[in-house]
């Protein structure tokens, strides 16, 4: 018998909970049939409303259910991180709560595994359903990531991942605290299948990612898998070190030539002031980088549990 692991992360999913619970053991039989025991880890990442009681109920009456609850919001990557560490199976899948990674793709996912695969990933073709400016800057986001990563992030990728204890335990190997598992996943390589599916709008409730959120997110992502950004700074530092050459050879000759009339108040204001905005910029960057190696060297703990079952 094979154990598989299901990490559900959590956030006020009160109403979706146990609807996850009953799509997912629609694969009862066909599991059954792979001889393939099932192994369901509810992480609560600090809800404010009855998702914890619900997991209870869900326990209550199936042993496999279990929960892990956060003493306050960490976000899903630190649930998806405990999930992983508290997870036995020989097998790990990683689903929203919300019925938007369809567990129905399940049989096909574990299917792949037995070709050979890795890790199964998914990602999806369409983004139906989404604020056409959301869509247009994930996709820019993905391109950038293409260009200034080593690291390949798919379009479209999900967390959505079918996993074999060896790639999970690789994952697991890298404690760092500002988690980008998108990233991560690419990072620590392995035979993926892709898998592609139409996007599945959420079953209840709302989305816990505003714009500004996400934003911010894709700012963790390339500082966690790219230095690019310090390089441009250095490159952009060049650019205008020349620039300032060919201007300061220019002005000498015109000087001697045309003498010096005093005048070019404007254009000194606008030189000032766009080089002061780069400067600023880059020592944002700077900034940024300096934060997260901050963050790191705390050694803050990723999440806290404020209960298991
Ligand atoms: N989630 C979480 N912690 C958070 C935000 C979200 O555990 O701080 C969970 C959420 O409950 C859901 C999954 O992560 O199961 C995906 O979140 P959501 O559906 O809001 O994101 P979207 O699908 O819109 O990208
Ligand atoms: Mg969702």
């Given at each position: 018998m094979k154990l598989l692991s299901v990490i559900v992360p959590c956030y006020n999913e009160e109403e979706n909970v146990p609807f996850f619970y009953e799509e997912l053991l629609k694969n009862e039989a066909y599991l059954k049939e792979k001889e393939i025991e099932l192994e369901i880890l509810y992480v609560d990442?600090?809800?404010?409303?009855?998702t914890a009681e619900e997991v209870r109920k869900l326990h209550k009456a199936d042993a496999r259910v279990h929960l892990l609850s956060f003493s306050r919001n960490f976000g899903k990557e630190a649930a998806m991180y405990a999930g992983m560490q508290k997870s036995k199976g020989d097998y790990v899948v990683i689903m929203d709560a919300d019925l938007q990674d369809p567990p129905s793709m399940l049989p096909q996912m574990l299917a792949c595994l037995e070709e050979g695969y890795d890790s199964v990933a998914t990602r999806r073709v369409s983004r139906k359903g989404e604020p056409p400016i959301r869509s247009f800057f994930a996709r820019m986001f993905y391109r950038l990531m293409k260009r200034i990563s080593r690291t390949e992030i798919m379009d479209?990728?999900?967390?959505y991942r079918l996993m074999t204890r060896k790639m999970v335990d690789a994952i697991l190997?890298?404690?760092?605290?500002?988690?980008?598992t998108k990233g991560i996943f690419g990072w620590v390589g392995f035979r993926t299948k892709w898998l592609e599916f139409e996007n599945v709008e959420r079953r209840k409730g709302e989305t816990k990612w505003s714009f500004w959120k996400l934003l911010w997110y894709s700012v963790d992502g390339i500082t966690a898998f790219s230095t690019a950004p310090l390089s441009f700074a250095a490159v952009l530092g060049v650019f205008f070190c020349i620039l300032a050459f060919i201007l300061i050879v220019f002005i000498v000759i015109r000087t001697l030539i045309f003498g010096d009339p005093v005048s070019g108040w404007p254009s000194l204001v606008c030189i000032l002031s766009l080089i002061s905005g780069v400067q600023l910029f880059c020592l944002g960057i700077l900034g940024q980088y300096l934060a997260k190696t901050y963050m790191e060297v705390k050694r803050r703990p990723i999440y806290l549990l404020k209960e298991e079952l």
């Open positions: 990442d600090g809800s404010g409303d009855r479209g990728a999900r967390d190997s890298m404690p760092e605290y500002n988690r980008f």
